[in-house]
């Protein structure tokens, strides 16, 4: 099932999210369903209040910014990056902050270079219930970081200088009103 995304301006984007009951919810069903969201919008990471869900739950696929890409580029910190991340909580963020530019299907239509730790090391659960923790470094860990910030309420656009965040202020607006067009399912507002 493709859930619709929600947008820039919805109060549960801004929520922190509520810890899962283990068992509560079929887990895998709704990783499944993200992640067919996720596709659908050509994205590399959802999380459940993107799809209006307040529960700490992201979905990351980075495989596809590999595509294309010659040997010696390809970002190895991606390969056979698919997975489910349940209750996830960061223990540590380390290595030097760098920056690229990052994107949200949430905000369509606006980008922005957002500096994070190059390492990530976090503890969570999978859809199957598996307790883990893992480091990830590079591309991988960003996005991470990302979707992480989701569920903490966090959006990029939080991250931006000061230049950057009155540069996008009226487009936030639009997005916020509903004049956005995307080729996704979309809850808009009007």
């Keep these: 099932m493709i859930y619709p995304i929600i947008p820039y301006g919805d109060p549960v984007l801004r929520k922190v999210a509520a810890p ?30 993107q799809i209006g869900m307040d529960i700490r739950l992201f979905v ?18 991606l390969v056979g990056f698919k997975k489910v991340f349940v209750n996830p909580t960061i223990i540590e963020e380390t290595g030097d902050e760098w920056g690229f530019e990052e994107g949200c299907l949430s905000i369509p239509g606006i980008r922005g270079e957002v500096y ?12 199957q219930g598996e307790e883990r923790t893992d480091i990830f470094e590079s591309l991988a860990a960003r996005i991470i970081q990302h979707e992480y910030d989701h569920i903490e ?13 009155r540069l996008i202020k009226n487009k936030l607006s639009d997005i916020t009103r509903g004049k956005v067009s995307v080729d996704y ?3 808009l507002t009007r």
Excluded: C
């Design 20 to 49: 899962i009951e283990l068992g509560s919810i079929d887990l895998i069903k709704l990783s499944e369903d993200m992640f067919e969201t996720m596709y659908a919008a050509s994205g590399v990471g959802l999380a459940a209040p």
């Design 60 to 77: 990351v696929d980075g495989r596809p910014m590999n595509e294309g890409e010659k040997d010696e580029d390809v970002d190895q910190s």
């Design 116 to 127: 994070r730790p190059e390492y990530v090391k976090i503890h969570y659960w999978t859809e």
């Design 153 to 165: 309420g966090i959006l990029f656009t939080d991250h931006l200088n000061p230049v950057k965040k």
């Design 185 to 187: 399912k979309m809850k």
